[in-house]
Every structure is written in structure tokens, then in C-alpha cells.
């Protein structure tokens, strides 16, 4: 049913959730979170319930000679203190990571990171733990640390890893896509080649809630149920299960409502497994929340890709091979989360939105004493880093050659003729008509008028010597690849990545849908209760959506990835239509027609031809539940089951275009006008997709201008405050100018595709085109995030402007 671009239309008949579908209906769950009643974990409260708090190392790089607790153990309040040892004696000292390393829970030999887990102090209120943590006297040796992944495989580099048997450097891993050869081929006849080096820095998904979790063992029924923040609750479960030595059976994992996620709360991190132990150890629920600092310091990072691009082309524009080297700084733990197959995630989709001939990439990780567990922050796995790079070289091309940015993508995007497409890297895209969402968003930008705007300020500039603002414009264009993932191809820790749902329909009509993906603010319970209805027929409020509890709901892999709508949702979908053929066989009882003989219309089955006789799904669910006799062989009830493994991933895109002015005085950079062309497929609520798209540039505003996680050459951090790590607010947004176009994908039973990354993924480069664009009389060819005042004033120093 590819409906406009607005589904059904705004708020369809009835209320607004009285609508039967797809459209701008209200988000449900809001009914709640204005009234300020959501259900956090910190606002969980158990009887009996204890607090934990942790001790974190001061140094980077240290050897851990002695951890003396006694003084905190005689703390009146203090009921345990866990350290590495009491660990080491359950074999819980070191844990697994989502890429098959494993990571300390409590240093036992050396601490790797500034802020690593030291110790855990269980007491009666949270201020005795954190008072109590003053009292443990901790000996270090302070060893040199790497903080630069660059350095970090030189000769002599320390050894940070030295717990892994064998190991003699930094090196994690040596991974490459595409063919060197051909690619090899391709750049040694090229007619122009452009190389750049560029740094990705590392950035932080900063959720307004932090990480945390309410441990309960249960001595008694031997059931251990986890209240904690989590996008993968399943995932969690089996590893808690894999970890601990627990049957699946005894643990419950419960994610109530969410402050956010943005890939923060995919992993599992020390807290948990310490306040896991400490319920174990003292028989009661043991709470533990991060602070601010606490998550800054130590939870998912996201990028730290020092990248080297090169791009092949001919005079005339014609992009044909493009090869990148990069160096991945993974912190002290291998723990970034991404399908095992691929070390660097989906990185090697790096050929973009272009036809181009030959494509290889080369991904080599390193470990540096830095906090574990990378890929977070809206990336789809590693794509924010890819679409950055082929958008920053397709610009530094087009300033080569003197080619309008607009016109040289024009001229490589891939056609709509092309789809489905085969990347150079193996990748197959679905579906897209690229030129049309680029000309949309060329349309709504007045890129034309632009350009001429730019070109008068750049002249007067040029001749009355003016001190004004320099206008700069933008684009970047991007493919994503999200929905993970079909079986056949990927996996994350040897689990499969296919979703299952559950339907219910009460008598009454009243359905209850069972999903394992976990909102975190992206409307789930509003927006799978839509496909349910628009399949079905019925009013949105008809539907219940549960999530977020392992004892309640089927297996599946949680909500990263862009994957809910492209794997749950599609999921949903199947077991709605199985319902939908379900209640055909029944409604064929009561008109006494042949079910074959009946059609749908939406809301009924009709004996074909004649809607005059027909069965709502309401009489029909009261029929399946009642005397009505039933052909031989079918079972009463209409509830259904499904499991959805993706045939594919689906490729959502986007054209963005952003306008800056650049103080070329202070250097400060104003995002005066930002619009935005997404194509995700059918939307299933315009209305939500335009919220995540909003949100998602704002993250792109943060990134390009003002954030990174900086050390110092002692591995200290310099960004573990919002006083230092900056986001973004109202004040440094422009008023979005969105646009959209529909290509649905042809594999996915809705036609939707999922939109969740899609603006952090595509924004960030638009807006370092468009400062480097703004920058062009000074010669300046490319400048790192982030393009802070300082860092833009410094690039331009005692550079002469010229037009
Ligand atoms: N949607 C739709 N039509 C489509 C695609 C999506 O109506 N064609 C709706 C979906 O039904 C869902 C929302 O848009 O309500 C996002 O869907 P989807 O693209 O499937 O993404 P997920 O639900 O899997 O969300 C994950 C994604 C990720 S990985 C990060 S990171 C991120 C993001 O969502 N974190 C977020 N957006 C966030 N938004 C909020 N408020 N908070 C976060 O932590
Ligand atoms: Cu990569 S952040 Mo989102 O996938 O949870």
C-alpha cells in the first residue's frame, strides 16, 4: 500500500487514534511522559533495596599492586565491597564483548582506561556507597599510556593487552573489502587522483538518562529478573545467561522506559555484572546508576576513525575507483558491537550513492587506553563514518576539478534503472531513484539562487575588502544500509538476527501485540500498533503494544541499527496478515461462504463483489471465540506467531544541504538554513520519521561543531562533563526544512525501510561541506571535526583571501 507520502492523511476518522493505520496519529506513549510518569529504572524502588557504587581508576595505563577495603567494610553502612579478586574467585573477573574479546568487570592485574572499574561498594543508601569508596586505598604503578592510535603499533609502543597470552602489539585486527587489485588498476591510469587524510573524532551518544540496573536474585525460586537499560533485552538475557552459568529460564530482563539510547545501552558494561553480584552476595536488590561523568568516561564511544581517502577520476567528473586506509582506535577492549563477520561494522559500504568502478578498504583496529565499546551513536554500524568519507572526497574532487558540488554528484549518483545494485564491496541496495531526491532537495534550497548569493557576497568581499560572514553551502548525499540481518550473512555473538512477534486478538477485537525490539524514544508502542491496525483494520487504540520484558515477549536481537521497522516491523506485519487469513476461514464459516470466495476490504472480510455480506474483524474475533462451528481441522482463536529473518537489509537515503555563515573574525560557524530529502520507504507515521530526522541533525550540528572526547598525553579526559562535551540545543539549530520522497523497498512486506540514523548518518558532512565551501578563498581544502570558533580561526590564519 505505498500511500502518499502522508499515509492515510492526518488523523483519519475518528480520534486521532481512533485511525486505522499508517498517518500522523499521536504518540501513545505520551500520554505518560508529559504527565511525567514514565517508569525509569532509577525510579524503580524494591523492598529492601541496596545501592552500588564504583571505584575507578585516576590513571590510563597502571598495574594494580594492591586494593585495601577494609576500611570501607567497617563502614557502618556498607554491606559488601566486590573487588577483581572476589570476582576472580567466581570466575566473573573478565566478562565477553560484542566482538569476541573479553573485557575486565574488575581489574585484577592492570587498569587500561581512566575511569576503569576498580572496585563496587554496596550500602544502604547511595551516599554511604559513594562515601565508602573514599575509604579504599588502592596502590598503583602508573605505567606510559597510548593515547594516540597512531602510535600505537610503533616499536617499543606499551603493551596494553598483556592479559591475552602471545600477544606482542596493539594490533586488534587486519580487515579489507573490495578488490585491491582492480582498485590498483583503476588509480594507476586515472586521469586526476585526490588523497586526503581526515580524523573521525571520538564522540558520545550522551543520553539524557544515563546507564544503570536493578539486580534482584531471588534465593528462594533461583530467578534472577534485571531492571536495567537496554536496547537488546533478549541479547542481554543470553548473555547474562552465558556469563553467570544461569538457565535462560531463571532471568528476566526488564527495560522499562528509556532516556534514550542512541547505541549508549546496547552493550553490557562492569555495573551490571557487579550489581548482578552484589544481590547474589548479600541476598538483596542491589541498585546502580551511572552519573554524568560516569557515562562520558566510560560507556560506548562512537567513530575515532583516523581515515586516509583516495579518490579516482576523469577531467570530466567521472568518478571511477575510491580506496581508504583506516586506522580504528578500539580503546583498552575490543567491545564494539557490529555483526561478528564485520570488524568494522558496515564500513565498507563506503562507495556511497555512486556508480563506481573499483572500490577497496582497508580497517586496521588497534587498542589504546581508552574507554571499550565502540559503534554507538546512531551509526548503522559504522556508516556515519563511511558516508562521511565519500562526501568529503566527492567535494574535495569537485574543488579540484572547478565542478559545482551538486553537478558532480548529479552526474555519479547511481540510477533509478540501476536498482537493485550491486556495490563494488558486495553490498545489494533494494531500491532508489538518487537524482530525484537530490533535485527535491536542490528545489527546496533554491541551490541555484544560493550559488548566486554566494558568488555576489564572495565578489563585494573580494573588492571593498568586507568583514562580513562567509557564506558556505553543503551537500552531502547518503545510502544506508540498516536491518540486520538476514541469518545467512550476519550474526552477533553467534546469535541469529531475526525478530520474532506475537498477536493476540481478545473476543472483543482488542489485539495485543509481543515484540522483542525496546523503544528508547523512537514511539514503538505507537507506531507498531499502526501496522497492526492498518493490517487489520482496526482502531489504533485497539492495539497494546508489549516490549521490553524477556518473560513476556518472543526472542529477538533489540533495537540498534535502524532495524525495529525493517525487521520488527516486518515481523509484525506477517503475523498480522497470518491473523488477517486466519479470521478469512472463519468469516467463511459465517456468511457460509468458500474463504476463497471472500475478499478484503480493509476492517472486513467481504464475500467477493458483494459488501453487503461480510464479517468486521470484531464479529469475526467474537466468532472464533464462540459456538460457531468450525471447518474440520482449524483451530478456534485467531492468535498468531512468527519468526522474520530479512531477506535483505534495506538502503533508506537522503540529499541534505546546509547553508552556514563563518565569522571569519571569531571563527564561529551559524547554521543559517539546513534542509533535508529522506527516503525511507512508505512511512508508517510521518510525523515520527520527521521527529527522528529532526533529531538526528541536531546530533549532526553537535558532531560537525562542537564535540569530541579529548585526552591528554596521560589518558586524562578532558570531556566528562556537558561543561566540557557539548550538545546541541535549540540555539544552534536552524528551523528544519524537511522534504521526502517514496521509494519503497521491494523486499520488506510494508515497503518501508528504516529512518532512525538516517539524519546523524547523512548531516554531519553536509555541514563540513558547507564550512569548507565557505572557507574556499582561503584555499582551504579540508578541516576535522569538530569546527569549533578556535579550530576554524586557526585554519585560516595567514591565509590571504582570494576569489
Ligand atoms: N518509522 C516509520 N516509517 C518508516 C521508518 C520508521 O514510521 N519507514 C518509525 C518507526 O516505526 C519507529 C521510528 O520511526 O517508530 C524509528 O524506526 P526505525 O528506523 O526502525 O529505528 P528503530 O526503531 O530501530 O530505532 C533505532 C534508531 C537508532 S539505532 C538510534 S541509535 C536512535 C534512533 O533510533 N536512538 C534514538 N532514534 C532515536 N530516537 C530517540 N528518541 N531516542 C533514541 O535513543
Ligand atoms: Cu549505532 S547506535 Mo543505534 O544502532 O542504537
Not at 533535485?439 to 533554491?446: L, N
Request: hydrophobic share 40%; proline share 6%; glycine share 10%.
Amino acid at each position: 500500500s505505498a500511500s502518499g507520502p502522508n499515509g492515510h492523511g492526518p488523523n483519519g476518522h475518528g480520534g486521532p487514534n481512533g485511525h486505522h493505520g499508517f498517518g500522523r496519529v499521536a504518540r501513545k506513549e505520551d500520554a505518560r511522559f508529559i504527565r511525567g510518569q514514565g517508569n525509569y529504572v532509577d525510579d524503580i524502588k524494591l523492598p529492601g533495596m541496596l545501592y552500588g557504587a564504583i571505584l575507578r581508576s585516576p590513571h590510563a595505563h597502571a598495574r594494580l599492586l594492591s586494593v585495601d577495603t577494609a576500611a570501607a567494610e567497617a563502614h557502618p553502612q556498607v554491606r559488601a565491597v566486590i573487588t577483581g579478586e572476589t570476582l576472580a574467585g567466581l570466575n566473573l573477573a573478565w566478562m565477553p564483548t560484542l566482538s569476541n574479546d573479553v573485557q575486565a568487570v574488575l581489574a585484577t592485574d592492570k587498569v587500561r582506561y581512566q575511569g576503569q572499574e576498580v572496585a563496587f561498594v554496596v550500602a544502604e543508601t547511595h551516599y554511604a556507597a559513594r562515601d565508602a569508596l573514599e575509604l579504599i586505598d588502592v596502590d598503583y604503578e602508573a605505567l606510559p599510556p597510548v593515547v594516540d592510535a597512531r602510535t600505537a603499533l610503533d616499536d617499543g609502543a606499551p603493551l596494553i593487552r598483556d592479559d591475552v597470552e602471545g600477544r606482542t602489539d596493539n594490533r586488534i585486527f587486519d580487515w579489507e573489502a573490495g578488490d585491491a587489485e582492480q582498485t590498483g588498476r583503476v588509480f594507476d591510469d586515472a586521469e586526476v587522483v585526490i588523497a586526503q587524510d581526515m580524523l573521525y573524532p571520538r564522540v558520545h551518544p550522551a543520553p539524557l538518562e544515563t546507564c544503570g540496573i536493578v539486580a534482584d536474585m531471588d534465593k528462594v525460586t533461583g530467578k534472577l529478573t534485571v531492571h536495567t537499560t537496554t536496547q537488546a533485552p533478549h541479547a542481554h538475557r543470553t548473555v547474562y545467561a552465558l556469563v553467570a552459568g544461569l538457565p535462560e529460564h531463571k532471568i528476566r530482563v526488564v527495560s522499562p522506559d528509556i532516556g534514550g539510547g542512541f547505541g549508549n545501552k546496547v552493550g553490557i558494561y562492569p555495573g551490571y555484572v557487579c550489581a548482578i553480584v552484589g544481590s547474589i552476595v548479600t541476598g538483596r536488590p542491589v541498585k546502580w546508576m551511572e552519573d554524568r561523568s560516569e557515562n562520558l568516561m566510560t560507556t560506548s564511544f562512537a567513530r575515532d576513525y583516523h581515515m586516509r581517502g583516495e579518490i579516482a577520476a576523469t577531467r570530466d567528473g567521472r568518478i571511477r575507483g575510491l580506496r581508504v586506509e583506516v586506522l580504528a582506535d578500539h580503546g583498552a577492549f575490543n567491545g564494539t558491537a557490529q555483526p561478528t563477520k564485520f570488524p568494522a561494522g558496515f564500513f565498507h559500504v563506503f562507495t556511497g550513492s555512486y556508480d563506481i568502478e573499483a572500490a577497496h578498504c582497508a580497517v586496521t583496529g588497534v587498542y589504546t587506553n581508552k574507554a571499550p565499546g565502540g559503534v554507538a551513536y546512531a551509526c548503522s554500524f559504522r556508516i556515519t563514518e563511511a558516508a562521511y568519507l565519500v562526501e568529503r572526497m566527492i567535494d574535495l574532487l569537485a574543488a579540484e576539478l572547478g565542478t559545482d558540488p551538486a553537478e558532480l554528484r548529479l552526474r555519479n549518483l547511481l540510477r533509478a534503472e540501476q536498482f537493485p545494485y550491486s556495490s563494488p564491496t558486495g553490498w545489494e541496495y533494494d531500491s532508489g531513484d538518487y537524482p530525484r531526491t537530490l533535485r527535491t532537495a536542490m528545489d527546496i534550497a533554491g541551490y541555484d539562487e544560493l550559488r548566486a548569493e554566494q558568488a555576489d557576497r564572495r565578489a563585494r568581499a573580494a573588492d571593498a575588502r568586507e568583514d562580513g560572514p562567509l557564506m558556505g553551502i553543503g551537500i552531502s548525499f547518503f545510502t544506508e544500509a540498516v536491518g540486520a540481518g538476514p541469518r545467512k550473512h550476519m550474526d552477533i555473538l553467534g546469535l541469529g538476527m531475526a525478530d520474532g512477534a506475537e498477536l493476540r486478538v481478545h473476543p472483543t477485537g482488542k489485539a495485543v501485540l509481543r515484540i522483542s525490539v525496546q523503544t528508547q524514544g523512537q514511539g514503538h508502542e505507537t507506531t507498531f500498533a499502526q501496522i497492526v491496525a492498518h493490517e487489520l483494520g482496526i482502531p489504533v487504540d485497539d492495539v497494546d503494544v508489549v516490549h521490553g520484558d524477556t518473560d513476556q515477549t518472543p526472542f529477538g536481537l533489540g533495537t540498534y541499527g535502524s532495524r525495529s521497522t525493517p525487521v520488527s516491523g516486518a515481523a509484525t506485519a506477517v503475523v498480522a496478515r497470518k491473523v488477517r487469513e486466519r479470521a478469512r476461514i472463519v468469516a467463511g464459516a459465517m456468511l457460509e461462504a468458500d474463504p476463497e470466495d471472500l475478499e478484503w476490504t480493509p476492517g472486513r472480510w467481504i464475500v467477493r463483489g458483494d459488501p453487503s455480506s461480510g464479517a468486521t474483524m470484531q464479529e469475526i474475533a467474537m466468532a472464533a471465540h464462540g459456538s460457531l462451528e468450525l471447518p474440520d481441522g482449524v483451530e478456534g482463536h485467531l492468535d498468531a506467531t512468527t519468526v522474520y529473518n530479512p531477506p535483505n537489509l534495506t538502503y533508506p537515503f537522503g540529499a541534505y544541504i546546509a547553508v552556514v555563515d563563518v565569522d571569519p573574525g571569531t571563527g564561529k560557524v551559524t547554521v543559517r538554513r539546513f534542509i533535508a530529502v529522506d527516503d525511507c520507504g512508505v512511512r508508517i507515521n510521518p510525523m515520527i520519521v520527521e521527529g527522528q530526522v529532526h533529531g538526528g541533525l541536531a546530533d549532526g550540528v553537535g558532531m560537525a561543531l562542537m564535540q569530541v572526547m579529548a585526552f591528554d598525553e596521560d589518558g586524562n579526559h578532558l570531556g566528562a562533563s556537558f561543561m566540557d562535551y557539548l550538545l546541541p540545543t535549540s540555539m544552534e539549530c536552524p528551523s528544519w526544512e524537511l522534504g521526502e520522497t517514496v521509494t519503497p523497498s521491494p523486499h520488506h512486506p510494508l515497503g518501508a525501510k528504516g529512518v532512525g540514523e538516517s539524519a546523524t548518518v547523512g548531516s554531519p558532512a553536509a555541514i563540513v561541506n558547507a564550512v569548507v565551501d565557505a572557507l574556499h578563498p582561503y584555499g582551504v581544502r579540508h578541516a576535522d571535526m569538530p569546527l569549533t570558533p578556535a579550530n576554524v580561526w586557526r585554519v585560516i590564519q595567514g591565509r590571504p583571501f582570494r576569489t
